[in-house]
């Protein structure tokens, strides 16, 4: 189980005797309330939610240390279903505040990937107004809390980075990370408190930010004693030898200075030995700050990588003991930060460069970033459209560029440099194509990895039959041939070749004087661009050009259905057909079904003048001519 908070009031004496002091101590072993630990809590959010700050919940991720649930937290919930500004407060008990005391608390967020991270903002402020701790009303307002010691994810970034650059994290960490922060600026010893806001613009469950965060082993220590750092310089150099510590107000050091610095400028190594004193008596232990006295500074640099690929960044941090650096990039006068760690983008190989200078002790040293280009990744196929025929067409994909690939087809992935993959045809009724993308990411023997994308336009072959106005054609006769499209991918183009050559569709042929099996070639196109051929036979025979009585045409035994006369007024002929003959009016109904024996005389003097539609039917019932005829 934690330790519930301890509020330690005990006196000067004793604190000075320690190296550090605990002051407040919290691990919020379940379950635990604000108020029943001197703590409290505001929701100050637009509109307030359902939650404010709740006990931890194990299911999300467990607390830094103790029970699974041992640890504080706030979501979306502090906001209502309205998107707006969380402002969301937890603060502590009044506590005596100095300079140099520490405040230390753990904090994350779940571990989810990136693409599912809603990012979230946490602030550490601080009062130094006594007991007062009322915030006016509205997400902006910070009330006496208006010192910003801690900054978590304020540009409410997805990084989950833990590291802190003047006093903000670029992000918010996924791992519990522990925060240390030393209070500094303030006069003498006031009273005050601090508080945790959870802050986050666009917030709620249906905001486009906030999500879940937890604190948790929430200390604040006053150390006791001072604290100096050593250095190493060259001679006669001016060093300043900062002391620092808590609560002493006054230092002695050994060369007789009384106030928390002290400048030394040895020929050689020399001890400095510091006392902090708190009313004219020693607090804890002496502390000794050796100036080591050498041939002059050494600067290392140390970097997350010496290759990179073109278009990464890589971090560099110099150490020297002198400080006070300066960055150039290429040339040595092109300088560009002051800082002692940097991170760069550099497009090709580029020497940089870091000085670190103290009065007249300075050292100078560099590193060469080498930068690989990416690989040109390009996709190899035959076409960029194919034209399916069956439910699916396999297609050949070859990268191009680089040593390693990874191919991407939807959720589908794949290795290798060739890749096939079965493309399905378009199924939907309302287009005659699609358009398949292929991702590929080729990776080179640096390491360094490009992509490229490949779009494919997927259609049918159109599916086509090819018919005639009739099955024998006489010599020096007129037919039409027709070719129907069946499936979506509709042919656009026909082009006809061999008995006769056109491009309309219809094709109207002249059969000519001689007899025989005429043999056409069609080649349909859709718009797409994919084709289908076909042939079809037309036979054409010489007829005799005398009519019998019977009205019979015939040609060594051929012989051919007549429907006659056209127009006609009480009677129609029908020759040649052993069968029925079924007659429609002009909106489709059926008005007369009469069965044919060779030839027969149909009497119509029922029927009404107009247009009518004669079928003709043979013995099979198969359909062998139909005619339009008008009655007078």
């Given at each position: 189980?934690?330790?519930?908070?301890t509020?330690?009031?005990?006196?000067?004496?004793?604190i000075?005797?320690?190296?550090?002091?605990?002051v407040l101590?919290?691990?919020?072993?379940?379950?635990?309330?604000?108020a029943?630990?001197g703590?409290?809590?505001?929701?100050?959010?637009t509109?307030p939610?359902?939650?404010?700050?709740?006990?931890g919940n194990?299911?999300?991720?467990?607390?830094?240390?103790?029970?699974?649930?041992?640890?504080?937290?706030?979501?979306?919930?502090?906001?209502?279903?309205t998107?707006?500004?969380?402002?969301?407060?937890?603060?502590?008990?009044?506590?005596?505040?100095?300079?140099?005391?520490?405040?230390?608390?753990a904090?994350?967020?779940?571990?989810?990937?990136?693409?599912?991270?809603?990012?979230?903002?946490?602030q550490?402020?601080?009062?130094?107004?006594?007991?007062?701790s009322?915030?006016?009303?509205g997400?902006?307002s910070?009330?006496p809390?208006?010192?910003?010691?801690?900054?978590?994810?304020?540009?409410?970034?997805?990084?989950?980075?833990?590291?802190?650059?003047n006093?903000?994290?670029?992000?918010?960490?996924?791992a519990?990370?522990?925060y240390?922060?030393?209070?500094?600026g303030?006069?003498?010893?006031?009273q005050?408190?601090?508080?945790f806001?959870?802050?986050?613009?666009?917030?709620?469950p249906n905001?486009?930010n906030?999500?879940?965060?937890?604190?948790?082993?929430?200390?604040?220590?006053?150390?006791?004693g001072?604290?100096?750092?050593?250095?190493?310089?060259c001679?006669n150099?001016?060093?300043?030898?900062?002391?620092?510590?808590?609560?002493?107000?006054t230092?002695?050091?050994?060369t007789g200075?009384?106030?928390?610095?002290?400048?030394v400028?040895?020929?050689?190594?020399?001890?400095?030995?510091?006392?902090?004193?708190?009313?004219g008596?020693?607090?804890?232990?002496?502390?000794?700050?050796?100036?080591?006295?050498?041939?002059?500074?050494v600067?290392n640099?140390?970097?997350s990588?010496?290759?990179?690929?073109a278009?990464?960044?890589?971090?560099?941090?110099?150490v020297s003991?002198?400080?006070n650096?300066?960055w150039?990039?290429g040339?040595?006068?092109?300088?560009?930060?002051?800082?002692?760690?940097?991170?760069v983008n550099p497009?090709?190989?580029?020497?940089?460069?870091?000085g670190?200078?103290?009065?007249s002790?300075?050292?100078?040293?560099?590193?060469?970033?080498?930068?690989?280009?990416n690989p040109?990744?390009?996709?190899?196929?035959t076409?960029?459209?194919?034209?399916?025929?069956g439910?699916?067409t396999?297609?050949?994909?070859?990268?191009?560029?680089?040593?390693?690939?990874l191919?991407?087809l939807?959720s589908a992935?794949?290795?290798?440099?060739?890749v096939?993959?079965?493309?399905?045809a378009?199924?939907?009724?309302?287009?005659?194509s699609?358009?398949q993308?292929?991702?590929?990411l080729g990776?080179?023997?640096?390491?360094?990895?490009s992509?490229?994308?490949?779009?494919?336009?997927?259609?049918?072959?159109?599916?086509?039959?090819?018919?005639?106005?009739?099955?024998?054609?006489?010599?020096?006769?007129?037919v039409?041939?027709t070719?129907s499209?069946?499936?979506?991918?509709?042919?656009?183009?026909?082009?006809?070749?061999?008995?006769?050559?056109?491009?309309?569709?219809?094709?109207?042929?002249?059969?000519?004087a001689?007899?025989?099996?005429?043999?056409?070639?069609?080649?349909?196109?859709?718009?797409e661009?994919?084709?289908?051929t076909?042939?079809f036979?037309?036979n054409v025979?010489?007829c005799?050009?005398?009519?019998?009585?019977?009205?019979?045409?015939?040609?060594?035994?051929?012989q051919e259905?007549?429907?006659f006369p056209n127009?006609?007024?009480?009677?129609?002929?029908?020759?040649?057909?052993d069968?029925?003959?079924?007659i429609?009016?002009a909106?489709?109904?059926?008005?007369m079904?009469v069965?044919?024996?060779?030839q027969?005389?149909?009497?119509?003097?029922?029927?009404?003048k107009?247009a009518?539609?004669?079928?003709a039917?043979n013995?099979?019932?198969?359909?062998?001519?139909?005619?339009?005829?008008?009655?007078?």
């Open positions: 189980m934690k330790r519930k908070i509020l330690l009031l005990l006196a000067a004496s004793t000075f005797s320690l190296k550090s002091q605990v101590q919290e691990g919020f072993t379940a379950t635990w309330t604000p029943g630990a703590w409290s809590e505001v929701n100050l959010s509109s939610g359902t939650l404010g700050w709740f006990q194990s299911t999300v991720f467990s607390a830094l240390s103790g029970g699974p649930n041992d640890y504080y937290a706030a979501n979306f919930n502090s906001q209502a279903t998107p707006g500004g969380i402002s969301n407060w937890l603060i502590t008990p009044v506590v005596n505040i100095y300079n140099g005391a520490v405040f230390q608390f904090t994350r967020t779940p571990a989810v990937p990136t693409a599912s991270i809603f990012p979230d903002g946490l550490l402020r601080m009062s130094t107004s006594g007991t007062n009322t915030i006016p009303t997400t902006t910070v009330g809390f208006t010192t910003l010691l801690l900054d978590i994810n304020p540009n409410l970034t997805t990084n989950t980075t833990a590291a802190v650059s006093g903000s994290v670029n992000g918010y960490p996924n519990w990370t522990v240390s922060v030393q209070i500094s303030v006069t003498g010893t006031v005050g408190r601090f508080a806001r959870y802050f986050v613009n666009d917030g709620g905001g486009a906030s999500s879940y965060i937890g604190i948790d082993d929430v200390s604040y220590t006053l150390p006791c001072a604290s100096v750092m050593s250095y190493t310089t001679a150099t001016a060093s300043t030898l900062q002391a620092t510590g808590l609560p002493a107000t230092y002695s050091w050994s200075a009384s106030a928390s610095s002290v400048v400028s040895p020929a050689s190594t020399t001890v400095y030995t510091v006392y902090p004193m708190v009313s008596s020693l607090c804890g232990t002496s502390f000794d700050a050796t100036i080591t006295i050498g041939p002059g500074p600067i640099v140390s970097s990588s010496s290759s990179i690929c278009g990464e960044t890589v971090t560099l941090s110099a003991p002198l400080g650096y300066t150039a990039q040339s040595i006068t092109n300088t560009f930060s002051t800082a002692q760690t940097v991170t497009s090709t190989t580029t020497t940089y460069s870091v670190s200078l103290s009065g002790c300075g050292g100078y040293t560099s590193v060469i970033i080498t930068v690989a280009p040109t990744v390009t996709i190899a196929t076409s960029t459209l194919l034209c399916v025929s439910p699916s396999a297609v050949s994909f070859t990268g191009n560029g680089a040593q390693a690939y191919w991407v939807g992935t794949a290795n290798g440099t060739v096939n993959v079965n493309i399905p378009q199924t939907t009724t309302t287009s005659a699609y358009q993308t292929l991702g590929l990776q080179d023997a640096n390491g360094c990895i992509s490229d994308i490949f779009t494919l336009t997927v259609a049918k072959n159109p599916t086509v039959s090819v018919t005639s106005t009739t099955a024998s054609a006489c010599t020096n006769a007129t039409n041939i070719a499209a069946t499936n979506s991918s509709n042919a656009s183009t026909f082009v006809w070749s061999g008995a006769q050559s056109g491009t309309t569709n219809p094709l109207t042929f002249s059969t000519g001689t007899a025989g099996t005429k043999v056409f070639t069609l080649v349909a196109k859709s718009a661009g994919c084709s289908t076909a042939t036979s037309q025979v010489v005799n050009t005398n009519t019998t009585t019977t009205g019979l045409s015939e040609v060594n035994g051929y259905t007549a429907i127009p006609f007024t009480s009677e129609i002929n029908v020759n040649v057909l069968g029925k003959v079924i429609y009016n909106i489709g109904q059926e008005v079904n069965s044919v024996h060779s027969e005389t149909i009497n119509t003097a029922d029927l009404p107009g009518y539609f004669v079928k039917l013995s099979n019932g198969e359909v062998v001519k139909t005619v339009k005829l008008v009655k007078q």
